[in-house]
């Protein structure tokens, strides 16, 4: 364990420091976030934080490189090509911060970096349907391609509100952590140093490294390269902890039976629950309008939550609440009777889903979010 918390810490720190660095570098190339219609911000922010945090996650993976116990985990070359790919995107992402792309140009960008993670070994080797469901290896290329592009944009979807996004990463990230962590140390013999375990831990230290800028009111924000970069790693865990678990080895650890079955893919699933559901939704929603599916819009879950009533800080906390639940409640299945785990997994979404409806009864008549410029000072004052 120890070594999984000196790499998360080693991202936080390194992610952290470099952040003053990327808002520097993007005020010089003028990569600004200008005020859009669709925006909650009012004056335009400086982006391509999503270059430090990628950096940050480069960090950590090249000090595991040289760390004794850690180092068997790079032989099978996973993680260099994540590494790999992670900068394909981020450069993508970066590009786009600075001059706008087309829509086109960055899925192409994409779909190069999902190519280099699967053809480095990062991919869906079978299904754990019950047993492992070995599928042909090129319908597992590509479903390999779909999630990793589906996840990119799953984020990029949800990158709407001050620390929003990284957040969600976030809480998904540790939830994947300590599945894979829970696996890992099953088995016989225990072997607890796994790539799904690694890339968790530094993903979530690169995400709360750059957390404390990026909140309420924000000095800078990701960015395409911080939304792609996550997006792509977090697709990389959500793989590495799909297609590379056998269902018998989640029953090691007390499940029944019908969760030992369902939780491999189930869990994967839960995580990523929210951009998910945002991204699906979002399609559905413009293609039934006869707009394209990358279109912009304002109906994301986060406008929703501020249209309802809620602040700018208690809808990201909110947001952060649903994902807990979510993410922890399907982890826990895991390590807790199935009737222990259902019930506080019903107790704990009375209790997102109360407070979501409850506590707008609270704003005022015409209230609306206190906004702030990048010093911090109201603009409505």
């Known amino acids: ?36 219609e669709r925006d909650v911000h009012v004056v335009p922010i400086p982006r391509m934080g999503g270059v430090a945090m990628f950096l940050g ?20 070359g996973e993680l ?18 600075v001059r706008e792309l087309d829509a086109l ?9 999902a190519a280099v993670i699967a053809f480095s070994g990062v991919q869906l080797f079978s299904l754990p349907l019950g047993v492992v469901t070995v599928l042909p290896a090129p319908l597992l290329v590509l479903m390999t391609i779909f999630i990793v592009v589906l996840c990119i944009n ?5 990158d709407g509100l001050d620390g929003l996004a990284a957040g969600l990463v976030a809480i998904a990230a540790v939830a994947f952590f300590i599945y894979s962590y829970l696996i890992s140390a099953s088995y016989a013999p225990p072997n607890v140093f796994s790539s799904a375990t690694f890339v968790s831990a530094a993903l979530a230290g ?13 000095k800078l924000f990701m960015g395409d390269s911080g ?22 080895q989640v029953s090691q650890l007390g499940a029944n039976q019908l969760a030992a079955t369902v939780l491999p893919l189930l869990i994967p699933i839960s995580i990523m629950m929210l951009p998910l559901v945002d991204v699906l939704w979002a399609v559905v929603r413009r293609t039934a309008r006869g707009q394209r599916p990358w279109q912009a819009d304002s109906q994301h879950l986060h406008h929703r939550m501020l249209k309802i ?26 390590v807790l009777p199935w009737y222990v785990a259902a019930g506080g997994g019903v107790v704990m979404l009375a209790l997102a889903a109360g407070l979501t409806a409850w506590l707008p009864r609270f704003s005022a008549p015409g209230h609306r979010p206190k906004e702030y410029d990048t010093k911090g000072r109201r603009l409505d004052a």
């Open 80 to 97: 260099i090509g994540i590494l790999i790919g992670a900068g394909v995107v981020c450069l993508v992402g970066a590009i786009d911060d």
């Open 227 to 248: 939304a792609l970069t996550l997006g792509l790693l977090l697709a990389a865990a959500t793989i590495l902890n799909v297609g590379q678990i056998n269902p018998a």
């Open 309 to 334: 009533g809620h602040g700018h800080r208690r809808a990201v906390l909110l947001l952060w609440l649903w994902a807990v639940v979510v993410a922890m409640g399907s982890v826990s299945f895991v």
């Open 206 to 218: 690169a995400c709360l490294g750059f957390l404390p800028h990026n909140v309420f009111p924000a």
């Open 1 to 36: 364990m120890r070594e999984y918390v000196f790499v998360f810490l080693v991202a936080l720190v390194s992610t952290y420091l470099l952040v003053p660095l990327a808002r520097t570098v993007a005020i010089r190339v003028g990569a600004f976030t200008e005020v859009r």
């Open 57 to 76: 996650y480069a960090v950590a993976t090249l000090v595991a490189w040289r760390m004794p116990f850690l180092r068997q985990v790079f032989e099978s």
């Open 154 to 158: 799953a984020v990029n979807f949800i």
């Open 105 to 113: 140009t960055k899925l192409g960008g994409q779909l190069v970096a």
